[in-house]
């Protein structure tokens, strides 16, 4: 296993910490440049209502365009991240979950990004709604859990994050 | 559609460049910060052999421990999709491909990293290698598709790509 020598940060903005880490190897030490987040990582939400998955679109700022996302967002501190994931269901999409459970991490790119995401599935939905930070409004999207192979075809701008999700429902839910 | 009135660097390190965006919706105007690559984005590849894909477990820096991926790497220069592919299949798995196809873009997390992975299947592949720069050899592993599921079940590190990666395969050749 290689060996972290030394890390420490180069810049720090409101949401991202850039490290660099020397790195050594069996025969050679080598610097990484490091993405950190500043805060605790990120919920992911899956709801589940009869047998559909709902999705959102929502504008990306990085690429200037709508992407296609599921209801996610940070966790805030002093929250579990069962209480960010019922939060962010209920700004987001307008339903709470009495059945909330924590599936699995997920990773952007692990090579040079930190960041962690909880995913988790969110069912037994109930209509409650609390007013999110959100420039604008969401378009909801409910797909029956079938066809949303098709439907993932038809999006171009997709979070890489929901393909995890998406692997994760139709090996458990078809 | 919201507008960006306004993005500007504000730190560029050899690797990354965060920018900070003024953009505009119908109600208020937010400012976001973005981190884009400084290269020209990634290839990442699905090397198809004998109804197998190709994995690959790499040291990821980020996170200091090994991850499940695919042959990927970063488009050099005056490179196109295909040659930055075709290298990194040979340097990282000792395959060229006589059957190279980009398939879709993927973005990490399009809310606020712009980075670009171009995903290409490479197909009809014969041995053929090239030194790359990994500090370390690298463990390959082959998967039958039927069994690529149970497969990731049993990693707990993946690169998010590679379920997008799966996601085709698996819509394709199942």
Redo the contacts between chains.
């Keep these: 296993?290689?060996k972290?020598l030394k890390k420490s940060s180069?810049?720090k903005?409101?949401?991202?910490n850039?490290n660099e880490?020397k790195?050594e190897?069996?025969?050679?030490t080598?610097t990484?440049?490091?993405?950190?987040g500043t805060g605790n990582g990120a919920v992911l939400i899956i709801p589940i209502i009869d047998n559909k998955i709902i999705f959102i679109k929502?504008?990306?700022?990085?690429?200037?365009?709508y992407?296609l996302?599921l209801p996610k967002g940070k966790i805030d501190s002093n929250e579990t991240i069962y209480e960010a994931a019922d939060r962010e269901l209920q700004e987001e999409i307008g339903f709470k979950s009495n059945k909330m459970k924590f599936i699995k991490?997920?990773?952007?790119?692990?090579?040079?990004?930190?960041?962690v995401t909880y995913m988790m599935l969110a069912e037994s939905l109930e209509p409650s709604s609390l007013i999110g930070d959100e420039?604008?409004d969401l378009e909801i999207i409910q797909v029956e859990i079938p066809r949303i192979?098709t439907f993932?075809?038809k999006n171009?701008?997709?979070?890489?994050?929901v393909?995890?999700a998406?692997?994760y429902i139709?090996?458990n839910y078809e």
């Design positions: 296993m290689p972290i180069v810049y903005s409101k949401l991202f850039i880490a790195i190897f069996h025969n050679e080598l990484y440049e490091i993405i950190s929502e504008y990306a700022a990085a690429v200037d365009d992407m996302t991490e997920i990773y952007l790119a692990p090579g040079y990004i930190d960041h420039p604008e192979s993932l075809g171009k701008i997709i979070d890489s994050r393909y995890a998406v692997n139709q090996n």
